[in-house]
C-alpha cells in the first residue's frame, strides 16, 4: 500500500531524512518514534504532499507520488491520506460539521451527500451531539475527535497522525487511541502514528525508531499483535 524508497531530505545542507526506507501494508499499524528534531514530521509531511523530499521514491498504491504533477498529487492525496495533528488545526471559524464536510466539498458530492457522510463519521468517532459546536466550544478530545472524522470522512487508505494524543491528558488520549484503532480496523486504513509516549505504542502491529533523519526497527520488543 505504502512503499518508501530512499528518501532524503536536507534544509540547508543539514540532512533531516537520510536514505529512509520502509514499506506498510494495507491496515497496518505503525509507531513513528525518536526524539524531537529527528525528522518524524517531516517524513510525514513528506507522505502527505506538505513537504517534498530532494530524493527518493514514495509509492501509494503502486504509483510514485513525488513524480506526478502538484495537480494530480493534490488529487491523489485528497482521496487516499489522511492527517491528524498534535494542535487537530481545525478551522476555527467553521463548526464541527463544517469542518468535517470540508474536504468532500471538492470531491463533487451533492450537499446533502457532503452532510450524511459527516454525520455518519461524527456518529463514529462519538461526537455527533458536538455537529454545531466550534472548536472553541469543544474540549481537546472532543476536538481531536472532529479531527479524526475530517481525516476519514475521505476513506482515504492511509492515516497520518504526527503526536495525536500529545496534547490530550493520560484518560482522554486512551479513548483517542482506542477509536484510532477501532477505526482502522473497522476501515481497513492503515495508520502511521508518531508519538513521544511509548504506551502509545499499543495500539500498533510494529515500532520503527527514527534517530538525525535515519530509520531502524525499534529494539524494545514490540507489542503482541493486537486483538
Ligand atoms: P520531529 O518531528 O522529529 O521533531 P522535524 O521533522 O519537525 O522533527 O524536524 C527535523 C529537523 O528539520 C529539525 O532540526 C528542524 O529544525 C528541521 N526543519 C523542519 N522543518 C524545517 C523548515 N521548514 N526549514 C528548516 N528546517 C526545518
Ligand atoms: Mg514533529
Do not use: W
Not at 467553521?94 to 469542518?99: G, K, Q
Not at 534517530?211 to 486483538?227: N, Y
Request: proline share 5%; charged share 20%; hydrophobic share 40%.
Amino acid at each position: 500500500m505504502l512503499k518508501i524508497s530512499q528518501l532524503s531530505k536536507a534544509y540547508r545542507k543539514r540532512k533531516v531524512l537520510d536514505n529512509v526506507s520502509f514499506t506498510m501494508s494495507v491496515g497496518e499499524r505503525v509507531a513513528l518514534m525518536g526524539p524531537s528534531g529527528s525528522g518524524k514530521s517531516t517524513l510525514l509531511n513528506c507522505i502527505s504532499g506538505l513537504d517534498t523530499p530532494d530524493e527518493g521514491s514514495i509509492k501509494l498504491n503502486d504509483q510514485d507520488i513525488v513524480q506526478l504533477s502538484s495537480d494530480k498529487k493534490t488529487l491523489l492525496r485528497r482521496k487516499t491520506v489522511g492527517s491528524i495533528f498534535q494542535f487537530f488545526h481545525l478551522l476555527p471559524s467553521l463548526t464541527a460539521i463544517e469542518n468535517v464536510c470540508l474536504p468532500i466539498q471538492l470531491n463533487g458530492f451533492s450537499q446533502e451527500d457532503q452532510l450524511a457522510r459527516a454525520q455518519s463519521m461524527l456518529e463514529q468517532v462519538g461526537v455527533y451531539n458536538r455537529a454545531q459546536a466550534f472548536p472553541r466550544e469543544m474540549s481537546g478530545g472532543e476536538m481531536q475527535r472532529v479531527a479524526i472524522a475530517r481525516a476519514l470522512v475521505v476513506e482515504p487508505t492511509l492515516l497520518l497522525a504526527d503526536e495525536p494524543t500529545g496534547n490530550l491528558d493520560a484518560e482522554n488520549g486512551d479513548r483517542v487511541l482506542d477509536l484510532l484503532e477501532q477505526l482502522s480496523e473497522q476501515h481497513q486504513v492503515a495508520l502511521l502514528l508518531v508519538t513521544h509516549q511509548p504506551e502509545t505504542t499499543r495500539i500498533c502491529h510494529r515500532n520503527l525508531q527514527m534517530s538525525d533523519g535515519q530509520l531502524s526497527p525499534r529494539m524494545a520488543p514490540a507489542q503482541d499483535l493486537p486483538t
